[in-house]
């Protein structure tokens, strides 16, 4: 009866515990671990980054993304060329491929806050709208690093995964 008592107990708490924040569906579409960094007093531009999977059959693509922290916002993605960093707008916005994965991450895609109205605050989570040109748009909180950081301070394979 004891073992039944705690793994009973123990099941419970894991289905009443709650989802972590920052993983969203929308259609076909995961959208995990969206978050950015803090930056300083008077920074003009910053990154936001995210992971997207796409579960369906048919692609999709993220087309813009908006945040009333900003004056623009625009989907970029960023490379070495001869040892020079070199960032380029993706006007057509980033394609989500039917059963792929799409890591908008620091040095690659991301999505670029510019004219930035305000400081972004380290650990209060900032929204952002994500419109996807089949999917839609949804509103997702993206977590806030420490300025520099190579990846969110969140729950990293709590589960073993990766994934919060």
Do not use: C
């Not at 107990?9 to 289905?15: D, Y």
């Amino acid at each position: 009866m004891r073992f039944f008592t705690r793994t009973f107990t123990a099941a419970m708490l894991f289905i009443a515990a709650p989802a972590f924040a920052g993983d969203y569906t929308l259609g076909n579409l995961d959208i995990d671990q969206p978050w950015t960094r803090a930056t300083p007093p008077g920074a003009k531009a910053a990154g936001g980054f995210v992971t997207i999977a796409n579960g369906g059959e048919e692609d999709d693509r993220l087309v813009s993304a908006e945040a009333a922290f900003a004056g623009r916002v625009e989907l970029h993605t960023m490379d070495m060329t001869n040892g020079v960093m070199k960032m380029r707008h993706l006007p057509e916005g980033i394609p989500v491929p039917a059963g792929e994965t799409v890591n908008l991450a620091p040095g690659g895609l991301h999505v670029m806050f510019m004219e930035l109205k305000e400081p972004i605050a380290e650990g209060a989570p900032v929204p952002v709208m994500l419109t996807f040109e089949k999917a839609g748009t949804i509103e997702v909180e993206m977590s806030v690093a420490k300025p520099g950081a190579p990846a969110p301070n969140m729950h990293k394979n709590m589960h073993g995964n990766g994934k919060s």
